[in-house]
């Protein structure tokens, strides 16, 4: 039960008369007795709460940026009309701050035995499970005095999933990939190493593909085409300790080497290679393998969810371990992980020709802009200052990188926004090489 604005109004415009003509208890029962009835009525004419229905409907996942609709159906099955103010409470992260009054709160007039359905409109600013609270209503008599209150516990589960940005790159990369197929009309040989087929020798041809056996057969030179290579294993290594919890801009590094990875398992399933995911740091945090072209990349979007970055050390043995039983023939390794030096020089290193002897690794670090802008300030002395420590971490970031470089990993160490491309022409220049 909850008193309302108007009740209180009320009592407050009776007792001012009373205390200046008649300040007495006998007119103080005048005011508030009639007050009092009119609000016991109130009550009793008010919907009862406890015999609500409700039941949801409505979106179960949603990107991170965009919005969601969740429907709530509410059923008053009692004789009285229903009045109410209605609260559809969920964790605080699934409105953009400032906004969950308004997209929390319904005001609904039910008549008796009929239904009405609510929407309530979500906008996560997190990734993960995001679950429905409470649903708190009150209930309102025909006088607005009073309100009989409760809450019903209807679950559902809205899963937030990774934005995917990097996907505008995607067509760019994929024509790419069609030129390195042969799917286009080209004058020069095909890049790759498998053979496609035979065609006739035309002006700017390589020599070298020129088919001897081939021309011998027929009356016009016979050339060699080549395809990259297919069906190739490609395992995604997500570092989760605590160095992919840092924050480059406003996203920790997890979320960057998230998006890369999303670009770069959406051109690899289409080019045809197989594409498994492991997330790591003490102990497996996410794993997807043996799924299929088409259902790899929402198997993957669907298992990223819900990872967040763990705060402990990254064991190394452990992860290089796990990564060679998941990938146990030849393929192609990305592992996304900081290029700090401590974390580098002390656990990876030690490990790395496990890795580098059997795979091909390809190492992907997320850069911070920062670092770069603070290298080029100039004009006061602060900045003077700044621009000698940005320096000094370039430098031991690229002596980092080449560490790997010379135990035969490939190295890209992008900002965010250019890490997802860079890395997917990494992979498409590989495949041109025939490296995978």
Known sequence: MALTGRAALLAAIGTLPVGILEPSLTGVLAVNAPLAL???????????????QFTRSGDTSVRLGDSAAVDLTLTNPSRRPLRAQLRDAWPPS???????TAASRHRVMVPPGERRRLTTRLRPTRRGDRQAERITIRSYGPLGLISRQGSHTVPWTV???????SRKHLPAKLARLRELDGRTSVLTRGEGTEFDSLRDYVPGDDTRSIDWRATARQSTVAVRTWRPE?????????????TSAGRVGDTPRLDASMDAALLLTALASRAGDRVD???????????????????????????????????????ARGLTATALHKAPRQSLVVLFTSLDAAPIEEGLLPVLPRLTKRHTLLVASVADPQIRRMAKA???TDAVYDAA??????????????????????????????????????YLALKAAGRL
């Open 230 to 242: 297919r069906d190739r294993h490609i395992l995604i290594v997500l570092d989760t300790g605590r």
């Open 277 to 315: 995911l492991l997330a790591y740091d003490r102990r497996i945090r996410a794993l997807v393998q043996g799924r299929s072209a088409g259902d790899v990349l929402p198997s993957l979007v669907g298992a990223l969810a819900s990872l967040e970055p763990e705060l402990v050390e990254t064991d």
């Open 159 to 165: 899963r937030v999933l990774p934005p995917f940005h």
């Open 389 to 426: 420590a940005a320096a000094q971490a370039q430098t031991e970031r690229r002596r980092t990188a080449e560490q790997l470089m010379r135990y035969g990993a490939t190295v890209v160490d992008e900002p965010p926004e250019a890490l997802a491309p860079a890395l997917a022409d990494a």
């Open 94 to 100: 699934s409105w953009i701050a400032g906004t969950e």
């Open 378 to 380: 100039r004009g006061t």
């Open 38 to 52: 009119a609000m016991m009525c109130d009550y009793a004419l008010a919907a009862p709460v406890k015999t609500l």
